[in-house]
């Protein structure tokens, strides 16, 4: 069976599934998801408005056997920063749309009857709309428990859950991962947009598919081999991701003095020892947890673990470095497990952890709350965000917009989105990919840590803006490209230091589909994503101005290196001169 | 004494006092505002960060005799709207200013403790300043009788209510008027900048000021007359005005079908009676309230008026057609007496109407209230803005953000500005204006309703499209120009359909300065001003895509004429062809 579009119209409830278009034959992922919302979506449209779209497409890979490519790519205009998003997830849903031929999923439309919310379930050529009321009001799990039942432990499922449905800014689509926990979509909003369509659920059949075809196998397995090696001889994505999980990351960037701390006002925090990936995985072993996990079949880093109380009651997993530094250094709370039950939290509700994290470090310079009140944090989310309070819609809009509200001026933000566990001013190379993100601040969009701090492709000197313009453009272009593979991003750590690895996913690629894409077409895609990106951003309404980070980095001075930001605007602006 | 620049500095506490740039000397009120704000303001500022500047100044005809001259101008870049402001207000401030030879009064930087807000004192060459703890929390009214008991009744008063304190987007800068009542500087939230920069009140001296010199009395004076005599003899300033208030619209814009109603869903209302300019002159009359009332010296037309409840009990003055249509259509409140106390309320705050007007509406729309819950609305405003709960933050940053908060789609603003009391899709020459203005929606900076609907300077049908976009350009055009004079913006009228009165208003300036402008110098200053307030907002990150009304007004049909919004982009970025 050839791959195909299915298309869905919330406003009819009809579908069609129709051929792949020539011009979208080569593209999968972010590549795909970007290359239609620029093409279909009125870049002038409100995001939760009839002419926004809702499109899922797994990557090129995802559905082969090649290691870490189980991603999926979901995009359309982000009700957050106004400007185009695309948001990939580990889980299963990659996997299983590619094995039963869904090239791409788009939902356009808003039902006419939107008194209830709708599960769509697709199976192979065929959509079904059925109206879920009892599900209404729920979260992620017990949606989760509902559709298990309904279908198989196999059935992919995508939901989101009250957030999602108040349409908040924070809120996230969820996905089922293997092990039977969520994933999220996260970032910019995307299950805001899922609930303006009114779809609180949708499941894709993993029983009718077969497996992906491979135009040349033993092309495929030969290159897999090497690509796989190169994942797991490489020292980050073979060693410190597997033993410490993302978190492995505090106590790096907090002895790069990058590790923004109470709402961004320094760069270092005194408790840091109590959160890093070290005393977290000792807590893991000794209660009987995993350190290592996969979040997608065929995983070969295993960065997600498994985190256990003190009990050895399970509390999370996929217990990221970004939510840990956002409740942790930024808004001051020590205690690991309280953290770690946030995250949880976070998951069933389906909410953005980094959007979520950083929008508590300036509730407390709002006064909502005060640094290290973890408990508080807990319920705000729990009793507010999930409920719709008014101070749950406050939080439930995001950091800018909560900035807006108490007429802040120290709002850690670029187009809109909270800008993640790095500060830009000690981390410049990542602060340029921050301002010139198509996503808005976005740490995945262009890794730079990996070569200014992790010396991953590399050294670019993190508190010189020598190198770092380069540095984060070649890094976007690429990161575009391996977004479109179905490729995990830490990829890049064996791609940037590995000869032989980006060849292999280049031969993967051309095996699975029987082409010869050259290194220099990867480039060229990843290229061409970033551009119509940024030609999409330019027609909604967004300019080189909205490339900027936060005026009060300028001016203020970030312990201990007591460093400011001080790229031009020029200087932004030729991020975009290629 | 030549007029100077007062310059004060919130971080050092200081001042100086300047001569006026020769660049700057044919500018006054907002050609003055704008081009300062243009000159010396970042366009990439932080609106309530160091870097924005607060700009008063007082029209070119303020201090004069001349009839209607009487507005202050106030600049800055607009923390509701991110692009710039200019905001002009009746009362006593633009008179006393220009009489004491303050051209300009600029405010820059942000004290250094914040720890509780400042009194500004401008006397003759000199600037004081009063830290006001005894302030803090007070609004208006109170802070007006402590100054009219430090200084003297005619001193000018600036001031801002809690809502400006705390920074809220509806917050306005409220200003003394002659019957010691309350105007505001309102739209684009200039009082959160004020509050921002801690200043709660700024009083400007009118014992130590001489009279305005006239270069040329005799052909000021018989200029004079001619103006006087255009204004009291043209229909809508001469009588409809003076007899009905801005409220004789009611009824005008019912029948024209563009009176907007329940949150822009209709273009007539059925209880509309209950609230009209008929009813309103009624209740005066028996109540022994004034029908006519001037905001300023030296008014003719006498458009407000002091409104009395059932025993006779003062409740507010200057209630104008747009917060009734708010209250009233918008929002469903059919009790004139209710709505009139809501609008004594706003003022006493400080808080912008029409910004809190139509905040209501959408509230609706969101679940806060109920249509026509008047009480609830007050509630709202007395005990949840005034103090800042959560839900009063929600409602205090205004339509366009409360409409981000709750996922809404039909949100009625332009640049993150409400929409006035013109529904666009019946009244497209204002539709036009809403959605060019550099000011975000706003009925006053092209008011084509003139044109379009009072046949006032001939006719434009206001269903079509022929003749909006050079009409809505014509007339912002001579706004600009009008504005920078001092004069109320209700000279358009005589100005559209009396060919001596423009000339009369031009021999006026000068013969104040003794120099020799032309009918098309004053468009062309029209035209430099609006080219540089454009070119402030492109730079702040603004684009044509901003130049937009919002989508659900080309898709939803508006009753009674069953119209939509149909101007494409292309037609509207045309406005800007000149």
């Not at 407390?364 to 965000?385: F, P, T």
Request: glycine content about 12%.
């Amino acid at each position: 069976m050839s791959d195909k579009i299915y298309r869905v119209n919330m406003a009819t409830m009809g579908f069609s599934v129709e051929d792949v278009p020539a011009e979208w034959a080569g593209l999968g992922g972010r590549g795909l998801t970007s290359i239609i919302v620029a093409e279909e979506v009125d870049p002038e449209c409100h995001p939760l408005g009839p002419n926004n779209k809702l499109v899922f497409a797994p990557g090129l890979l995802s559905g082969t056997s090649a290691a870490n490519s189980g991603r999926n790519s979901c995009g359309a205009k982000s009700p957050l920063t106004g400007g185009i998003k695309e948001s990939n997830v580990g889980g299963t849903s990659a996997g299983i749309m590619a094995k039963l031929g869904v090239k791409a999923l788009i939902i356009e439309g808003l039902p006419k009857d939107d008194s209830t919310f709708y599960h769509l379930h697709v199976s192979k050529e065929k959509v079904e709309f059925f109206a879920v009321p009892e599900l209404v009001g729920k979260n992620n799990y017990e949606v989760l428990d509902y559709m298990l039942e309904k279908y198989s432990k196999k059935v992919a499922v995508m939901s989101i859950g009250t957030p999602g449905e108040m349409r908040m800014n924070l809120a996230n689509i969820s996905v089922k991962d293997p092990g039977g926990k969520l994933r999220s979509h996260g970032r910019g909003g995307l299950g805001a947009v899922m609930g303006s369509k009114k779809i609180k659920c949708i499941t894709v059949d993993a029983e009718s598919y077969k497996e992906t075809t491979i135009a040349d196998p033993e092309k495929f397995k030969e290159a897999s081999k090497i690509f796989t090696k190169a994942l797991q001889e490489n020292p980050i994505s073979g060693q410190g991701l597997p033993a410490f999980g993302t978190n492995v990351l505090v106590n790096i960037l907090n002895e790069a003095g990058g590790l923004p701390t109470r709402n961004f006002r320094s760069g270092s925090w005194e408790h840091a020892e109590n959160i890093c990936g070290e005393t977290m995985a000792e807590n893991i072993k000794a209660r009987g947890g995993k350190t290592t996990h996969g979040c997608h079949a065929g995983c070969v880093i295993q960065c997600s673990q498994v985190y256990n109380g003190p009990e050895g009651e399970y509390i999370t997993s996929g217990f990221e470095y970004e939510t840990i530094w956002a409740y942790g250094a930024n808004m001051g709370i020590e205690d690991l497990d309280l953290i770690a039950r946030i995250d949880g939290l976070m998951d069933d509700l389906g909410v953005d952890a980094i959007e979520t994290g950083v929008v508590f470090g300036l509730a407390v310079d709002a006064g909502i709350l005060a640094y290290g009140d973890g408990k508080r944090a807990y319920e705000l989310i729990a009793n507010d965000i999930a409920k719709g309070t008014p101070l749950g819609r406050i939080l439930g809009g995001g950091t800018h917009v909560l900035g807006k509200l108490y007429g802040l001026v120290r709002v850690p933000t670029v187009k809109g989105q909270s800008i993640p566990a790095y500060d830009p001013r000690a981390v410049k190379g990542q602060g340029v990919t921050y301002a010139t993100s198509t996503m808005g601040a976005d740490h995945t969009a262009g890794y730079a840590v990996a070569t200014n701090i992790l010396n991953s492709g590399g050294h670019v000197d993190p508190l010189k803006k020598e190198g770092q313009i380069e540095l984060a453009r070649n890094l976007q272009i690429a990161t575009a490209a391996v977004d479109s593979t179905g490729m995990c991003i830490f990829v890049a750590f064996p791609a940037l230091d590995d000869p032989a690895c980006l060849p292999a996913l280049v031969d993967m690629i051309n095996a699975r589909f029987g082409i010869n894409l050259t290194g220099d077409d990867v480039t060229n895609l990843g290229i061409k994503i970033l551009k119509a990106e940024h030609a999409f951003n330019l027609k909604a309404g967004l300019t080189s101005a909205d490339d900027r980070l936060p005026e009060f980095m300028k001016y203020e001075v970030l312990p201990p290196h007591n460093v400011v930001w001080d790229f031009t605007g020029a200087e932004l602006d030729s991020f975009w001169d290629f």
